[in-house]
C-alpha cells in the first residue's frame, strides 16, 4: 500500500525525462496498491498489477481510477547500500469522473477512459525495505490516438510517495 501526490507537467513522458516539462496549477493526491503475480525463481524481476485510486484538484477537480500490470526490476549491485526498484506499466487502464480540460482536443471532445502508464523508481534502506519511498511518473494517453483520436495528450504527473510492504 502507498500514497504519493504529484503535479502536472505540460510535456509526454520523452519530454519530461528530457527537462522540457512546465509544470502548471493541477496536482493529483492518490493511494496505490500492489500485488505481486509472478516472481522469477533466479532473476530480480517480477510482475505486479498495481491499482490506484486518486483526487485530481487545481484547473478541474476530479476523481480517477486506474489499473495496469506492472514489470519490476530489483537486481541493482548497489542494493546492499540503497535498495533500488524500478517498475514500468505501459498498459494499463484509466477512469476519470469527469473529462479534464487539460486532456480535451481542439475539438473540445475528449474521454472518461484512456490508457495508463506509470514509471517508478523507488529506495529503501536494505535493513529496512517495507519502507519504500518512490519517485513516479503517472501518465494518461489515447496510446497514439488508439483509444481515442481527439488530439490531445492526455495528463501527466510527477509524484513523490512512499510504500508500505506487508
Not at 77 to 91: C, E, M, S
Request: hydrophobic share 40%.
Amino acid at each position: 500500500m502507498g500514497i504519493y501526490a504529484g503535479k502536472y507537467y505540460d510535456t509526454e513522458p520523452a519530454g519530461f525525462s528530457q527537462g522540457k516539462a512546465s509544470y502548471l496549477n493541477h496536482h493529483i493526491v492518490a493511494v496505490t496498491a500492489s500485488k505481486m503475480l509472478w516472481h522469477a525463481e533466479s532473476w530480480p524481476f517480477a510482475i505486479e498489477l498495481d491499482g490506484m485510486m486518486g483526487h485530481q484538484y487545481g484547473l478541474a477537480t476530479l476523481q480517477e481510477v486506474a489499473v495496469a500490470p506492472v514489470a519490476r526490476w530489483h537486481g541493482f549491485p548497489w542494493n546492499h547500500y540503497l535498495q533500488t526498484d524500478v517498475r514500468f506499466g505501459p498498459l494499463g487502464i484509466s477512469y476519470t469522473s469527469i473529462v479534464s480540460p487539460l486532456e480535451r482536443g481542439p475539438s473540445g471532445d475528449g474521454s472518461h477512459f484512456l490508457n495508463f502508464l506509470l514509471f517508478e523508481l523507488g529506495f529503501s534502506l536494505p535493513e529496512k525495505q517495507e519502507h519504500e519511498v518512490f519517485f513516479r511518473l503517472h501518465h494518461r494517453c489515447s496510446a497514439y490516438d488508439t483509444i481515442n483520436s481527439f488530439g490531445a495528450n492526455g495528463e501527466d504527473f510527477f509524484a513523490i510517495g512512499y510504500r508500505q510492504y506487508y
